[in-house]
């Protein structure tokens, strides 16, 4: 179990919880150890406020409803006590579906019938095209043989978890642009009304191909067809713009930092939550006496998540591996992806290919820690909280013993603290519902969400007064080899413009 889900693994402001004096809770005046929850936002409120975020729609990278959504996180955290926010800006170049809708964005026809799409794919080119339908299997690659001027149907990768794919769909629509195809149609083996709207690849690459997702039903009409004349269009906009990333500071006794971060473009009610974790975080650290801050608090609520050719966490990252060299970080902590509860898919009853259903367990999450220390503070957090199907683990991916540090991956955004050498701490989970959004609200168990990040902020009191050296571990002397010379992880991030024929 655990290799499946680890295949692919990147004053008083009140929300919901009870008005508390949080000096104390126990009436001593000692600082807490762990997170009273009696004291913490409730699972209700936590729902609340993932509704409020997905009530923004299609948050894409640089959107209108993510600039909204922005200015709301913004306003909420500039409403805690104490708290101080600043921006970050980075250029784009942004696609936008036009009606801010994927599901409406696509289009295609076969043999002059109208076939419906699921949507357009992310970052595939604005414009109608036409061409002989071809089926390429997935035992073959696509090229100018196969493809050259054909709108090519091809199926979805065989993948247990949905997010898996995404290096095999950013292949076949660069592919499929270097092959002079007409356009590219991704055919799942599930209904269309549950992948309605799916997003990715999220690799931010502008695809020189329009490209469009069907379900299996459609799929199975296109595959009878082949060789009919097929029109392909994507409905989309591309243009130059900015966006920025959200930083929240809450001072505590010295200005060594704990940074806790996260992304704020998303499309669905899993993609991204961590911002309600954040904000709850922020509001109870807040209330607590300045005295039981030893450190100060950053909240990187970052942009270009969904355009990771410009992702805000790396460039944040970038930023804070020369802070620390200086003395003011202490660790870095991500959340992603909470409380989501687990799909299976299972064989249809109505027709053809699979459908996804929910398995009635949560899905399993990773916490991934960059050394024993922080590896036993997750595990300890974890058991004190009882979560359940959670797995404290070095990396993603085969460690190097030459590289330093030897786990680059940590299978989300904490790849990036880590991998620049921040000690970090990372939690990720990755269901269907993460890029499908027809799961709604049901994807997220906010009972479970809400224990994970009792979790972190657990993490974090046991953590704050504990030394910078000690936290630090065997980092320090990796980053003494990394200035020597030794081999590290690399910080490239995938091309904003796919190549050319």
């Given at each position: 179990?655990?290799?499946?889900?680890?295949?692919?693994?990147?004053?008083?402001?009140?929300?919901?919880?009870?008005?508390?004096?949080?000096?104390?809770?126990?009436?001593?005046?000692?600082?807490?150890?762990?997170?009273?929850?009696?004291?913490?936002?409730?699972?209700?409120?936590?729902?609340?406020?993932?509704?409020?975020?997905?009530?923004?729609?299609?948050?894409?990278?640089?959107?209108?409803?993510?600039?909204?959504?922005?200015?709301?996180?913004?306003?909420?955290?500039?409403?805690?006590?104490?708290?101080?926010?600043?921006?970050?800006?980075?250029?784009?170049?942004?696609?936008?579906?036009?009606?801010?809708?994927?599901?409406?964005?696509?289009?295609?026809?076969?043999?002059?019938?109208?076939?419906?799409?699921?949507?357009?794919?992310?970052?595939?080119?604005?414009?109608?095209?036409?061409?002989?339908?071809?089926?390429?299997?997935?035992?073959?690659?696509?090229?100018?043989?196969?493809?050259?001027?054909?709108?090519?149907?091809?199926?979805?990768?065989?993948?247990?978890?949905?997010?898996t794919a995404e290096a095999e769909l950013?292949?076949?629509?660069?592919?499929?642009?270097?092959?002079?195809?007409?356009?590219?149609?991704?055919?799942?083996?599930?209904?269309?009304?549950?992948?309605?709207?799916?997003?990715?690849?999220?690799?931010?690459?502008?695809?020189?191909?329009?490209?469009?997702?069907?379900?299996?039903?459609?799929?199975?009409?296109?595959?009878?067809?082949?060789?009919?004349?097929?029109?392909?269009?994507?409905?989309?906009?591309?243009?130059?713009?900015?966006t920025r990333t959200l930083i929240a500071?809450?001072?505590?006794?010295?200005?060594?930092?704990?940074?806790?971060?996260?992304?704020?473009?998303?499309?669905?009610?899993?993609?991204?939550?961590?911002?309600?974790?954040?904000?709850?975080?922020?509001?109870?650290?807040?209330?607590?006496?300045?005295?039981?801050?030893?450190?100060?608090?950053?909240?990187?609520?970052?942009?270009?998540?969904?355009?990771?050719?410009?992702?805000?966490?790396?460039?944040?990252?970038?930023?804070?591996?020369?802070?620390?060299?200086?003395?003011?970080?202490?660790?870095?902590?991500?959340?992603?992806?909470?409380?989501?509860?687990?799909?299976?898919?299972?064989?249809?009853?109505?027709?053809?290919?699979?459908?996804?259903?929910?398995?009635?367990?949560?899905?399993?999450?990773?916490?991934?820690?960059?050394?024993?220390?922080?590896?036993?503070?997750?595990?300890?957090?974890?058991?004190?909280?009882?979560?359940?199907?959670?797995?404290?683990?070095?990396?993603?991916?085969?460690?190097?013993?030459?590289?330093?540090?030897?786990?680059?991956?940590?299978?989300?955004?904490?790849?990036?603290?880590?991998?620049?050498?921040?000690?970090?701490?990372?939690?990720?989970?990755?269901?269907?519902?993460?890029?499908?959004?027809?799961?709604?609200?049901?994807?997220?168990?906010?009972?479970?969400?809400?224990?994970?990040?009792?979790?972190?902020?657990?993490?974090?009191?046991?953590?704050?007064?504990?030394?910078?050296?000690?936290?630090?571990?065997?980092?320090?002397?990796?980053?003494?080899?990394?200035?020597?010379?030794?081999?590290?992880?690399?910080?490239?991030?995938?091309?904003?413009?796919?190549?050319?024929?």
């Amino acid at each position: 179990m655990r290799r499946r889900l680890l295949a692919g693994l990147c004053g008083l402001l009140v929300i919901g919880t009870a008005q508390v004096p949080m000096a104390d809770a126990r009436g001593t005046g000692r600082c807490p150890d762990v997170v009273d929850e009696r004291l913490f936002t409730s699972a209700k409120a936590l729902r609340e406020l993932n509704a409020k975020v997905a009530s923004f729609g299609l948050r894409s990278t640089g959107s209108t409803a993510h600039e909204r959504l922005v200015d709301w996180l913004e306003q909420r955290l500039r409403r805690t006590p104490g708290v101080k926010t600043a921006s970050q800006e980075l250029r784009i170049l942004r696609w936008r579906p036009r009606g801010g809708d994927l599901a409406t964005a696509g289009s295609l026809t076969a043999a002059d019938r109208p076939v419906t799409v699921a949507g357009a794919i992310p970052y595939s080119l604005p414009a109608t095209r036409e061409g002989a339908l071809a089926t390429v299997p997935r035992t073959e690659r696509i090229t100018a043989a196969n493809a050259g001027g054909k709108v090519v149907l091809r199926d979805f990768p065989a993948v247990d978890r949905g997010h898996t794919a995404e290096a095999e769909l950013d292949r076949d629509l660069i592919d499929a642009g270097l092959a002079g195809a007409a356009g590219l149609v991704i055919a799942f083996d599930l209904p269309h009304e549950q992948v309605k709207g799916y997003w990715d690849p999220h690799t931010g690459t502008h695809y020189r191909v329009p490209g469009v997702f069907v379900g299996v039903d459609e799929a199975e009409r296109l595959k009878r067809a082949a060789g009919a004349p097929v029109k392909i269009a994507v409905n989309a906009r591309i243009d130059p713009a900015s966006t920025r990333t959200l930083i929240a500071t809450l001072p505590g006794q010295s200005e060594e930092r704990i940074v806790l971060g996260t992304n704020t473009d998303g499309n669905t009610w899993v993609q991204e939550n961590g911002t309600v974790a954040m904000l709850a975080l922020a509001d109870y650290f807040a209330r607590l006496p300045k005295r039981c801050r030893p450190r100060t608090l950053e909240f990187v609520l970052a942009t270009g998540h969904l355009h990771r050719s410009v992702e805000g966490t790396e460039h944040r990252a970038r930023t804070l591996d020369k802070d620390y060299d200086e003395g003011t970080i202490a660790f870095a902590m991500t959340l992603e992806h909470l409380g989501t509860r687990e799909l299976l898919p299972v064989p249809r009853t109505n027709g053809p290919g699979r459908e996804l259903r929910f398995s009635g367990a949560v899905e399993q999450s990773a916490w991934f820690a960059g050394n024993p220390l922080l590896a036993e503070t997750a595990n300890q957090s974890i058991k004190r909280r009882a979560v359940q199907r959670s797995f404290v683990l070095p990396g993603i991916d085969r460690p190097d013993p030459a590289r330093v540090p030897p786990h680059c991956s940590f299978g989300g955004l904490g790849t990036h603290y880590q991998s620049h050498l921040i000690p970090t701490i990372a939690t990720i989970s990755g269901p269907w519902s993460l890029w499908a959004p027809s799961f709604g609200a049901d994807a997220v168990d906010h009972a479970r969400m809400r224990e994970q990040v009792l979790v972190a902020g657990d993490n974090v009191l046991a953590l704050d007064g504990v030394p910078r050296e000690q936290i630090a571990g065997d980092y320090l002397a990796q980053r003494k080899a990394r200035a020597g010379g030794a081999p590290t992880c690399s910080h490239a991030l995938p091309p904003e413009q796919a190549p050319a024929q």
